[in-house]
T-cell receptor, first 115, second 111 residues
Framework: DAGVTQSPTHLIKTRGQHVTLRCSPI?????VSWYQQVLGQGPQFIFQYYEKEERVRGNFPDRFSARQFPNYSSELNVNALLLGDSALYLCASSWLGQGRDAGYTFGSGTRLTVV | GQQLNQSPQSMFIQEGEDVSMNCTSS?????WLWYKQDPGEGPVLLIALYKAGELTSNGRLTAQFGITRKDSFLNISASIPSDVGIYFCAGPTGANSKLTFGKGITLSVRP
């Protein structure tokens, strides 16, 4: 079975541009969460989608948005890119998205560089 | 918000040695998770702990859930070169919908 797949693996954008990152969860998983990992830090929670709706949002500006499609795949969109948005963006999928046995599985991430 | 503290930032050990790392919080966590991240990859779950005082092993790895529920420990025995990586502790918050991570400890193993 395929794990969590993310695309693209690497991306370079210019300040002020917009970017879309994609994630396909493990088959059968209904929840997708997005995390931002800046170099030297642990992943920071951005938001979680479950059954195509945003369930929880972290402390990120409105420039960050996402959506989840009927097949449970997800897109993360970031507008008006800043240099500080340069990071590894991780997608995590789970069946329920909550509960202590949520069993989050992470993808390999998309490395975004803003210049 | 809840924070998880890991220190030191880096650890250097000799192959074959044991290593212990801990994670502390000012808040109570009901679940403790330990992840390992290799370069260019996402975090991979090593051990999950669900009960205060619980001691769980996964091969050469052993982790414990502190009885105060504010700390956890991970031990790696007889280290090997492939143990190199970044080790994160994490805990679910917000109705267990999101994970809070520590800053991680980078482990280097000298052959």
């Amino acid at each position: 079975d395929a794990g969590v797949t993310q695309s693209p693996t690497h991306l370079i954008k210019t300040r002020g541009q917009h970017v879309t990152l994609r994630c396909s969860p493990i088959s059968g998983h209904k929840s997708v969460s997005w995390y931002q990992q800046v170099l030297g830090q642990g992943p920071q929670f951005i938001f979680q989608y479950y059954e195509k709706e945003e369930r929880v949002r972290g402390n990120f500006p409105d420039r960050f948005s996402a959506r989840q499609f009927p097949n449970y795949s997800s897109e993360l969109n970031v507008n008006a890119l800043l240099l500080g948005d340069s990071a590894l963006y991780l997608c995590a999928s789970s069946w329920l998205g909550q509960g202590r046995d949520a069993g989050y599985t992470f993808g390999s991430g998309t490395r975004l560089t803003v210049v | 918000g809840q924070q998880l503290n890991q220190s030191p930032q880096s650890m250097f050990i000799q192959e074959g040695e044991d290593v212990s790392m801990n994670c502390t919080s000012s808040s109570i966590f009901n679940t403790w998770l330990w992840y390992k991240q290799d370069p260019g990859e996402g975090p991979v779950l090593l051990i999950a702990l669900y009960k205060a005082g619980e001691l769980t092993s996964n091969g050469r790895l052993t982790a414990q859930f502190g009885i105060t529920r504010k700390d956890s420990f991970l031990n790696i025995s007889a280290s090997i070169p492939s143990d190199v990586g970044i080790y994160f502790c994490a805990g679910p918050t917000g109705a267990n919908s999101k994970l809070t991570f520590g800053k991680g400890i980078t482990l280097s193993v000298r052959p």
